[in-house]
Each structure stands twice: as structure tokens, then as C-alpha cells.
């Protein structure tokens, strides 16, 4: 998964600022740019399309 990608966390939209190599990620939320979280990737789905998103392992 790259950065900058849009993905759904807790239902909210975010854009991934950076992958670790521990399995988390941080996301910042679409619509307030300085709240910024710490994410599990199992937790976030990446949005492919308006209505269709997958687990982040079936992107991998």
C-alpha cells in the first residue's frame, strides 16, 4: 500500500502519511489535516471505488 493512498478507518475517511514496518500505519483525516492517528493496517480498508473497499491484504 503506498502513501497518500485513501482508506476508511472507524468509518471516516484518511489518506496514509506513512507505513512502519511494524504493521501500523498514520493517517490523517481528510477533513481536518492536522488530526493525525496511528493505525493497525488489518484496521483500515483501502477505497477502490465510490461503494466498494477491501482489506488491505487483498491489495498486498
Same mark, same amino acid.
Given at each position: 500500500m503506498e502513501n497518500d493512498k485513501e482508506v476508511l478507518y472507524k468509518g471516516k475517511r484518511y489518506k496514509i502519511i506513512h507505513i512502519y514496518d511494524s504493521g501500523y500505519c498514520e493517517i490523517r483525516n481528510i477533513d481536518n489535516h492536522f488530526t493525525v492517528e496511528l493505525a493497525l493496517l488489518t484496521d +483500515?480498508?483501502? +477505497?477502490l471505488t465510490g461503494t466498494k473497499s477491501l482489506r488491505y491484504k487483498e491489495i498486498l
Open positions: +483500515i480498508l483501502t +477505497i
